[in-house]
Structures are given as structure tokens and as C-alpha cells.
């Protein structure tokens, strides 16, 4: 399998295994390779203890095989230290395919392959948090990757998007692949406020969805200063009504946390602030919010490389609506972070803005929004009557 692109950080990754925080053993369905569960099911001396907790679902495929969660959505697996005792029995071998190589990512072509680092580990946030300017790619080599520049995109995008989608890889890597560079690149692109930023890729993604026949002349703009310049002149992106934006976000916070604040591992971060929400006075927050953004601000590139690595590991697949849920999900667990931090600042007598605290509710809203994607788009569904939000939302709740 050849590696054709990286997220920089991915060969630092170390696990802190009994350390960490927020363990990867619950909150989560935990899927058993076919592999892995023959192996359980063949191994006569351990079989027993593996396979009593293993629970199967019927899938469209065939028989998924699922890990039989205990209380509190736990692993039966997780001991008391922290430790994983089918690593401690068994031995790493022994292992889902799921277990061993979380939080890595993996993004798989017939023979290439993309690695890339869940946020949902706060070892992952840690990593990001260290890097000094733009999150990078790189190759098998360890040499930097850069996103499609125009030049580059005029000789490789077909013109319509029905050659696009689906994917035709490896021969060409074109299609979804390529529109997510120009995501990417468009996200990276410091001459536009990070508001303008997120707000360029939602049209750009709403526009191609509407025009498909048009989607090499969309990404070709959405690349070129001159129409991007243009476009943030023209768009009326910061006549929003204030209560209005803070209403929709503080009514969006309340239902995303409803079924979680009482989960094991977030009530301690979403109880009080969930409280406090419930009773927001729009008025006194005016002043506050516009204080916090400030003070926020300078959190801008950390927030700015989780989205690009997000993006980067989620934000691909044959189906344009696909890739717009998918950016959504993105913006939301951002927008959920800033929020919720924005909450505890308050809390905290808006003292600094401490770098724990966006770490954690990071690692939460991924978990929460990345580990129930089925569950937001009904919840988006049963909202708008449509999962794909119109612009003006979008607007509404970054504003």
C-alpha cells in the first residue's frame, strides 16, 4: 500500500493509554473486524472470554460484529487502571482493527492510502495545539504537500461533476479528492477572516450541488485572489442580528448536550454550563461575547488546523451532499467549542481563556457529533426538513 499523503503530525502520535483523560473505550459502538472475530472464535483457550462480549447486527453486507458494551457505554475490556485486558491477556494481536489504530484515520484507494489523526483524542489536540503556523501534508517521504494551486487544477478537474463523483482513483486523482483540496486551500488562505473562510466553502459546496455541470468553473473561482477578493467586498456577511445568532446558538448547544450531559465522561464539562444556558440573559452576554471573540481570537490557528485536519480525514466521498453533511459536521463541533468554552469562561469570572478547556469540549463535540453521524443528520432533518443548511444558517450560527 503506498502512502500518498499525511497529516504532519501523524508519526508523533503516542498513546497515554491509563493517562488519558478521555478514554476511547466508551461512548462509542465498537465495530469487530471479520478477521478479528474469527480469531476470538478460533482461539479454543481464549474464546470464552472474548466472545461472551461480542453482539452481532445484521448489515446490509452480511453480519457486522459489535463489542457488548457494559455500563456507562464501556468497554467490558476497560480494567480499572485504565488498560485494555485483551492487550493485557491476549496481546495487541488480538486487537480489533478499530482498537489498534485509533485515533488514526485511514482513507483507502484499491493501493493508496491517507493518515490522518481523530480529534476525539486529546493527544491528537495536543499535537495540533504545537504547531506554529498551517497544519501540513506530507508524503511516504516525509516531504511537504501542497494543496492544488489553479495552475495545477486547470490541467487535472473534469468539467462536469458526473466525471467527479464517484472517485477514480488511483488512476486519476481527481473528483472528491480534488474538491477537498480546494477546501483545504481555501481554509488555509490567510487573506480572508476565518468567518469568510468557513462561509467561502459552504457557498462554494452549496453552488456546485445547485450547478454540477459547473463544478470546474466553481472550484477555478473559489482558487483565483481576484474573484475571492471580489466575493468578500460584495457579501453582506456581517449584517447579522446579534440576539438572533446567539439565540440559534445557545438553542443549538442546549439540544446537541441534552442526551450527553449526563454520559460519564462529559458531565463534569457539560452540567454547569448546560445550567447556565438555560438561562441566558441575551442582553448582558452582548457585551461579554463581543469581549470573548476578542480574547478568542487568539485561538483562531488552533481552531483553523483542527478544521483542516478534519476535513482532511472526513470531508471526502462520491456523494456532494455527502460532502457537504460532512463539512457541517465539521463547523458544528467547532462552533459547539467556542461556545461551550465561551460558557465556562463565563463561569470562571471571564478569566483567561484556558487551553484545557478547548482541548477538552474539542475532544467531546467530535465524539459526540463525529461518533453519531446518523443521529445529527435526523436531528438536521427533523430542523430544516432538509439535512443541507441554506447559507443564512450557516451565517447565523458563525456570526
Known amino acids: 500500500m503506498d502512502i500518498i499523503k499525511k497529516i504532519e503530525i501523524y508519526d508523533k502520535f503516542v498513546c497515554t493509554a491509563g493517562k488519558c483523560p478521555f478514554t476511547c473505550c466508551e461512548g462509542w459502538k465498537i465495530a469487530i473486524d471479520p478477521d478479528t472475530n474469527r480469531k476470538w472464535e478460533n482461539d479454543i483457550d481464549k474464546a470464552p472470554y472474548l466472545c461472551k462480549n461480542v453482539k452481532t447486527k445484521k448489515g446490509s453486507e452480511g453480519v457486522d460484529f459489535f463489542i457488548k458494551m457494559g455500563n456507562q457505554n464501556r468497554c467490558p475490556f476497560f480494567n480499572e487502571e485504565g488498560l485494555c485486558n485483551v492487550v ?31 480529534c476525539g483524542c486529546p493527544a491528537t489536540v495536543d499535537l495540533i495545539s504545537n504547531v506554529a503556523g498551517k497544519i501540513r501534508f506530507l508524503n511516504d517521504k516525509n516531504e511537504q504537500l501542497s494543496c492544488l494551486r489553479p495552475e495545477t487544477l486547470a490541467d487535472t478537474l473534469p468539467t462536469n461533476l458526473a466525471e467527479m463523483f464517484p472517485l477514480t482513483l488511483p488512476d486519476n486523482l481527481t473528483g472528491a479528492y480534488e474538491l477537498r483540496e480546494v477546501m483545504i486551500s481555501l481554509m488555509q488562505n490567510h487573506k480572508f477572516s476565518l468567518k469568510g473562510r468557513i462561509l467561502m466553502i459552504s457557498q462554494m459546496l452549496l453552488k456546485i450541488r445547485e450547478n454540477s455541470d459547473e463544478a470546474w468553473n ?7 485572489e481576484n474573484f475571492l477578493l471580489s466575493l468578500s467586498e460584495k457579501e453582506n456577511w456581517d449584517n447579522i442580528n446579534f440576539d438572533e445568532s446567539l439565540m440559534e446558538l445557545n438553542e443549538l448547544f442546549l439540544d446537541m448536550v441534552e442526551n450527553y450531559k449526563k454520559v460519564k465522561n462529559f458531565n463534569q464539562y457539560l452540567n454547569d454550563i448546560s445550567d447556565m444556558a438555560e438561562f441566558m440573559d441575551l442582553e448582558v ?75 477538552n469540549y474539542l475532544v467531546i463535540y467530535t465524539r459526540i457529533i463525529g461518533y453519531n453521524i446518523d443521529g445529527i443528520i435526523e436531528f438536521w432533518e427533523d430542523s430544516f426538513d432538509d439535512a443541507i443548511w441554506d447559507l443564512n444558517y450557516m451565517l447565523l450560527l458563525i456570526s
Open 88 to 118: 493485557v491477556t491476549c496481546g495487541e494481536d488480538y486487537l480489533p482493527h478499530t482498537c489498534e489504530i485509533y485515533p488514526r484515520q485511514e482513507n483507502v484507494w484499491e493501493n493508496l492510502e491517507e493518515h490522518s489523526l481523530s
Open 218 to 224: 466553481i472550484m477555478a473561482d473559489y482558487q483565483n
Open 285 to 359: 452576554c452582548r457585551g461579554e461575547w463581543e469581549f470573548f471573540k476578542a480574547e478568542f481570537a487568539q485561538q483562531e490557528l488552533l481552531m483553523e488546523n483542527c478544521m483542516v485536519s478534519k476535513i482532511f480525514g472526513n470531508c471526502i466521498s462520491d456523494d456532494i451532499d455527502d460532502m457537504i453533511m460532512s463539512y457541517q459536521m465539521v463547523i458544528t463541533e467547532c462552533i459547539m467549542v467556542k461556545y461551550s468554552v465561551f460558557l465556562k469562561w463565563l463561569m470562571n469570572e471571564k478569566g483567561s481563556i484556558k487551553y484545557n478547556d478547548i482541548r
